[in-house]
């Protein structure tokens, strides 16, 4: 099949509202205090910002009650004489279930000190709380110290969000969904997706498995994101076929049920590349949006 490239446009204000969409989001508010735990500042841009020092043997606990959602703000706090590139393992889990986790790369930051050490480039980590109250447990491997700033978004005011269309995709699918028709755009393991994001933005993405006549029960399928040739994460699904989706210009193939990561990019134009690992001759499908633009910036 003939791969498609489709030119990315600059969205504008103007242009987004007929793909604009709502998603529940909330303001945002900083958890500064958690039991037996206080934070410590880190200087960014010469503003004092609390955050949570984290270790391999010190872990921390946030009690929370959902549904909400958290962000945890990452940095690795560079010991005296290390290089500026430090890697990480971040997993937020719950009685020993995992929530999420990344794993990053990331160097030295300008302009951010904490007590006069130098800090790392901020890395995000975004995942959501179900009802009822919970107690989430950060842990780190692979660096000495993680600085981790807290934010929980709470209210009801919703954000509006913009789709983004990729710059190449070997094709588009139409899933209907209820009264819905969204775009999905594939990717496989010859034919990689390319998304053109300016940032800094969090890229909100909704994943599917396609199920061809010979796939079965439950499939497992990874997606790995990466940028210049530099491997950014992967993600790891479980995932069956869809009962209420279906896609409007394939018969052949029957959607999976959805699946849900965020990826957060830094200040800057990134191309970012999905391709899917396993298995090694499906498709899977993407769809991708951010938060329409707003007047300033917080960390």
Same mark, same amino acid.
């Given at each position: ?8 446009a600059l969205l ?7 793909h604009a969409a ?78 999420? /986790? ?29 009802a009822g109250r ?23 005011? /919703? ?111 990134? /191309? ?28």
């Open positions: 099949m003939n791969r498609t490239r489709i030119l990315f504008t204000l103007g242009a987004l509202a007929p709502q998603a529940a989001a909330g303001s945002w508010h900083t958890l500064e205090t958690l039991p037996g735990r206080s934070t410590v500042p880190v200087t960014v841009n010469g503003d004092a910002k609390g955050y949570f020092r984290l270790t391999p043997t010190q872990p921390l606990v946030i009690p929370v009650t959902g549904p909400t959602r958290i962000r945890a703000i990452a940095r690795v706090e560079f010991t005296a004489g290390a290089r500026g590139i430090a890697s990480f393992h971040l997993r937020a889990s719950e009685g020993g279930r995992l929530i999420d /986790e990344m794993n990053e790369v990331t160097n030295a930051a300008k302009n951010v000190s904490a007590s006069g050490a130098a800090v790392s480039k901020s890395r995000k980590l975004e995942f959501d709380v179900p919970h107690e989430v447990t950060l842990s780190v491997d692979g660096t000495a110290v993680l600085l981790v700033r807290l934010r929980e978004s709470g209210g009801t005011e /919703e954000t509006r969000m913009v789709s983004l269309t990729p710059v190449e995709t070997m094709r588009t699918e139409l899933l209907a969904e209820g009264e819905k028709t969204i775009p999905y755009h594939a990717l496989s393991a010859g034919h990689p997706l390319r998304l053109r994001v300016i940032g800094p933005a969090d890229v909100d993405l909704s994943s599917r498995l396609d199920f061809d006549a010979t796939m079965r029960g439950t499939v497992g399928y990874r997606i790995e994101v990466s940028e210049a040739g530099h491997k950014l994460r992967e993600y790891a699904f479980k995932t069956t076929k869809a009962t209420t989706a279906s896609y409007t210009n394939l018969r052949d193939v029957v959607p999976s049920k959805l699946d849900h990561f965020v990826i957060a990019v830094g200040a800057g134009t990134h /191309e970012l590349v999905f391709t899917l690992i396993e298995p090694a001759h499906a498709t899977a499908v993407l769809h991708a949006r951010i938060p329409a633009p707003t007047v300033g910036n917080e960390e």
